[in-house]
């Protein structure tokens, strides 16, 4: 299957503090989406991005498909941004996830 | 609109036991996938259903199997339950358009603890 890195695994970050999480992918996708899993175990959706930029609020996502990588940018970072994000690929019928970066935003 | 739901939340089994989880995808959506996450594999993709039928499966024994019903609701169920099957079991829905992978939606989780 796909391999998917992402980096770094851990973050900690002062509020207020921006950040940049990159995913990498080991072969050529044509979707690609961000998730934020809460403390409650929830998956929830930030982006779905196959190529090109993407900004929702605080955060922002850019995906090179041709280089194999996407960047998560979360600026502004408050507490409730805590938790563990994860880039997903798909392969023929199901997603591969990556390892996760936790996250921290200390106040 | 709901968004896709999972029941029961939480659960404790014994090992040797068997256990069934429910999944409700969002309304119009056809597809079902289930995943397992524990904190040694991460999140692992095992098995997709559309249209009461199983398109794909994941890397796991046939201890772990599913169906799915023509309302599109789901259920898996593990047999003969093992410590390391203690994990947290992510259901998630996705229109069919037969295009691929469309976006998937997470429910919130049955977390499964068996002792």
């Known amino acids: 299957g796909i391999q998917v890195e992402q980096s770094p695994p851990d973050l900690i970050l002062q509020e207020g503090a921006n950040s940049t999480l990159r995913c990498n992918f080991s072969d050529s996708v044509n979707n690609l989406q961000w998730f934020h899993q809460n403390p409650w175990g929830q998956l929830i959706n930030l982006f779905y991005i196959p190529s090109g930029t993407k900004q929702n609020g605080r955060l922002s996502a850019t995906t090179v498909a041709t280089e194999r990588y996407s960047l998560l940018y979360i600026s502004s970072s408050q507490t409730t941004d805590s938790g563990v994000y994860f880039c997903?690929?798909?392969?023929?019928?199901?997603?591969?996830f990556g390892t996760g970066t936790r996250l921290t935003v200390i106040p | 609109k709901a968004g896709v739901t999972q029941t029961p939340r939480y659960l404790i089994k014994t090992r040797g036991q068997q256990v069934t989880l429910s999944c409700s995808p969002i309304s119009g959506h056809r597809s079902v996938s289930w995943y397992q996450q524990t904190p040694g594999q991460g999140l692992q993709f095992l098995f997709e259903?559309?249209?009461?039928?199983?398109?794909n499966k994941g890397n796991f024994p046939g201890r772990f199997s599913g169906r799915q019903f023509s309302n599109s609701r789901s259920e898996m169920n593990v047999s003969t339950l093992e410590l390391g099957d203690s994990a947290l079991y992510l259901c998630a829905s996705s229109l069919f358009r037969g295009q691929g992978i469309e976006t998937q939606y997470f429910g919130p989780g049955t977390r499964l603890l068996v002792l």
């Open positions: 997903a690929v798909p392969g023929a019928n199901n997603l591969f």
């Open positions: 259903y559309f249209s009461e039928t199983q398109r």
